[in-house]
T-cell receptor, first 115, second 110 residues
């Protein structure tokens, strides 16, 4: 069964450094998402992406964050200058389209640890 | 502010029993409702979704939706120890992002 893949599974970075998290969505899916989950808290929406542009973003997704689809398969999340509070699990998800009945399928996540 | 409320649990049920997980939501514009299962340290895994009032069954799982009461539930029949996980309710309005509740931790006792 097709799945969303994310790399790396665990990223350790010094505070202030840039980090790029990578995702390969399911091949026929058109909508891509990033969510994060701080330890012990709920899953929170960051950004959605369609047709090479951001379609919606949350308050969390400030100027330190950016997303990109650099080629036909990868979808990346960049955090420019990481803070301690960016430590979390980051999940990429994709869906065939964004109609309300379409489910989003999640990757296994990247655990980001900021030191 | 869109709120999704779930009892955090833990909800403990004996093996073979029915587990009932509840969720209320504040956004009346919500049109579809997704249930995800999340094992500790893992990603959310889609179990099922519902968008019409009433019941929807899929194997051992039944989702129930009452839009007038802004209430959605998930029943798990014949609960197994492998069902022990956190269950996340996520309503969605139109093509807006998923809004997750904190989840209910289910523990199935063998």
């Amino acid at each position: 069964e097709p799945e969303v893949t994310q790399t790396p599974s665990h990223q350790v970075t010094q505070m202030g450094q840039e980090v790029i998290l990578r995702c390969v969505p399911i091949s026929n899916h058109l909508y891509f998402y990033w969510y994060r989950q701080i330890l012990g808290q709920k899953v929170e929406f960051l950004v959605s992406f369609y047709n090479n542009e951001i379609s919606e973003k949350s308050e969390i997704f400030d100027d330190q964050f950016s997303v990109e689809r650099p080629d036909g398969s990868n979808f990346t999340l960049k955090i420019r200058s990481t803070k301690l509070e960016d430590s979390a699990m980051y999940f990429c998800a994709s869906s065939e389209d964004r109609a309300y009945g379409q489910p989003q399928h999640f990757g296994d996540g990247t655990r980001l640890s900021i030191l | 502010q869109k709120e999704v409320e779930q009892n955090s649990g833990p909800l403990s049920v004996p093996e073979g029993a029915i587990a009932s997980l509840n969720c209320t939501y504040s956004d009346r514009g919500s049109q579809s409702f997704f249930w995800y299962r999340q094992y500790s340290g893992k990603s959310p895994e889609l179990i099922m979704f519902i968008y019409s009032n009433g019941d929807k069954e899929d194997g051992r799982f039944t989702a129930q939706l009452n839009k007038a009461s802004q209430y959605v539930s998930l029943l798990i029949r014949d609960s197994q120890p492998s069902d022990s996980a956190t269950y996340l309710c996520a309503p969605r309005g139109g093509n807006t992002p998923l809004v997750f509740g904190k989840g209910t931790r289910l523990s199935v006792i063998a």
